[in-house]
């Protein structure tokens, strides 16, 4: 079991910024893919970045070069540092995690997609206005 709890969410104006942190407790094994993921009013989940055990990261296209995802394997948290925002980042934003598929030797990267992840966090809102 791993429980995953969010926080940093906020209001702010286009143009600033925000970091959100999640903390994470639980099997250590069952958070080999961490990710970050949104929701906005009215549309689809999307997946916003992964990191993946090794470190490797991977962004959603609208959000690379403005967002960097990390981690603190000390303190068992995660970080999603998000720049430049703009209102089309308002949404409430999820951390989740699931175990890392491992097969013969091999480690398969992280989904990016959230049917594909088992834990998930009570979300944070973020809303930026103009």
């Known amino acids: 079991q791993v429980q995953l709890v969010e926080s940093g969410g906020g209001s702010v104006q286009s143009g600033g910024s925000l970091s959100l942190s999640c903390a994470t407790s639980g099997d250590h094994d069952s958070r080999g893919c961490m990710g970050w993921f949104r929701q906005g009013a009215g549309k689809e989940r999307e997946g916003v970045a992964i990191?993946?055990?090794?470190?490797?990261?991977t962004y959603a296209d609208s959000v690379k070069g403005r967002f960097i995802i990390s981690q603190d394997s000390a303190k068992n948290t995660v970080y999603l540092q998000m720049n430049s925002l703009t209102p089309e980042d308002t949404a409430m934003y999820f951390c989740?995690?699931?175990?890392?598929?491992?097969?013969?030797?091999?480690?398969?990267?992280?989904?990016?997609?959230?049917?594909?992840?088992?834990?998930w966090g009570q979300g944070t809102q973020v809303t930026v206005s103009t």
């Open positions: 990191i993946e055990s090794d470190g490797s990261t």
């Open positions: 989740a995690a699931s175990p890392q598929k491992y097969r013969d030797g091999w480690y398969y990267s992280c989904s990016g997609v959230g049917r594909d992840y088992h834990y």
